[in-house]
């Protein structure tokens, strides 16, 4: 069973459907939206982390608002024993300090904490609306020395996974990859919902994709069962970075309650009551 870390949104009351939902093995990834601010991100990672869970906050670049800050958030990480953290440039149009995008922002993490916290960066399989392609191979060959791994945008093709991994290989780009997939959730909802955190234009392609949208939306619910299999086993892949739209309540009590090996197989088919 592959290694998977479930994204969380920090919404209202998503502390308590976490609790109810998901068992203490799961790693938790914690987005940081503009509208919602790095703080909601950081006090929601440090409230789930204080009940056990292994949790990696996500940090915007472009919503620092000073190196103080910046200060004050590995610190939080510190106390909290979080060691890992997920550093994007963000969706802001314009950066509220110093950072316009993820590099500096690594670079002052690596230098405030001696190197010991973990970070993981992104990466692009279909490619970036608003950056050129080989801009973000540029971008990702100069981040790899202080990054830990990539986690790679939503996307719906096992194919275009591993050979965006092969590329990276290829580049001299040794990192890790955790492949950003879609968990199991209502049709409508994935479709709604997917701009909300950031991953809109990985829905876009399906639209020139004929047979394989129609297979992929299709009925009420949307399933990355044959994705993944698809990318089991295979070199570079070090597991799913499932996002799940805090659609928690995929999960049956029980499922939760027993392992995070019975939580993935639920997420990833939708095995159980829809709400």
């Not at 503009?34 to 409230?47: A, D, F, K």
């Not at 805090?246 to 993935?264: F, G, I, K, Y």
């Amino acid at each position: 069973m592959f290694p998977t870390r479930i994204e969380i949104i920090p919404s209202t009351g998503i502390v308590d459907q976490v609790q109810a939902l998901v068992p203490l093995t799961t790693t938790l990834t914690m987005t940081c939206l503009p509208h919602h601010g790095i703080e909601r991100t950081m006090r929601t990672s440090v409230e789930l982390s204080g009940l056990g869970y292994t949790v990696i906050p996500h940090l915007a670049a472009r919503s620092i608002q000073d190196r103080a800050e910046l200060t004050r958030i590995m610190r939080e990480c510190d106390g909290a024993g979080i060691v890992e953290v997920f550093v994007i440039g963000g969706d802001r149009k314009q950066p509220a300090g110093p950072y316009d995008s993820a590099l500096p922002l690594l670079e002052d993490i690596a230098q405030y904490t001696g190197g010991r916290m973990r970070a993981g960066v992104a990466g692009y399989p279909e490619g970036h609306p608003t950056v050129a392609a080989l801009d973000l191979l540029d971008a990702l060959q100069d981040k790899k020395h202080l990054a830990t791994h990539v986690v790679t945008q939503m996307c719906f093709d096992a194919p275009k996974i591993l050979d965006y991994t092969a590329l990276l290989r290829r580049e001299g780009v040794d990192l890790p990859v955790w492949a950003g997939v879609a968990g199991s959730v209502p049709r409508t909802r994935l479709v709604a919902l997917a701009t909300q955190i950031g991953v809109g234009s990985s829905l876009k392609f399906l639209s020139s994709k004929g047979t394989l949208a129609r297979k992929l939306l299709s009925g009420d619910r949307y399933s990355p069962h044959t994705l993944v299999a698809g990318l089991e086993s295979q070199p570079g892949i070090a597991g799913i970075h499932l996002y799940s739209f805090n659609n928690l309540d995929a999960v049956s009590n029980e499922a939760a309650a027993s392992s995070t090996m019975a939580l993935q197989p639920a997420l990833i088919r939708g095995a159980a009551r829809e709400h």
